[in-house]
């Protein structure tokens, strides 16, 4: 099982980047994908998450992140708009295993991790 999370970089507020978390070793449709993020000193912070058809978001994201999955690449997307200083920080994805919704944002549930992807927002 392997996630490789991409996509990280700099950019203006209010500009945009788009994060790819590619997985193998598994089907992505036969699990939920999360996107955390944890800047220095903070704790893990869940973004957004996906499993079947079902979606949701931080409220601090809501309206400007969209997550999206493409089951032909096993790739999960996160489309981050109208970004802020506050999004800076280094992002992550991982698999969740079969948990009630409710219980997304809680990292200690997620068994399989990529590498963090660094996301600026600076001018």
């Known amino acids: 099982v392997q996630l490789q999370a991409s996509g990280g970089g700099l950019a203006p507020p209010g500009n945009s980047l788009r994060l790819s978390c590619a997985a193998s070793g598994f089907a992505l449709d036969d699990y939920g994908i999360g996107w955390f993020r944890q800047a220095p000193g903070k704790e893990r912070e869940g973004v957004s998450f996906i499993n079947v058809g079902r979606k949701f978001y931080a409220d601090s994201v809501k309206g400007r992140f969209t997550i999206s999955r493409d089951n032909a690449k096993n790739t999960v997307y996160l489309q981050m708009n109208s970004l802020k200083p506050e999004d800076t920080t280094v992002y992550f994805c991982?698999?969740?295993?079969?948990?009630?919704?409710?219980?997304?944002?809680?990292?200690?549930?997620?068994?399989?991790w990529g590498q963090g992807t660094q996301v600026t927002v600076s001018s």
């Open positions: 991982a698999r969740a295993p079969r948990l009630p919704f409710s219980l997304w944002r809680d990292s200690s549930y997620y068994a399989y």
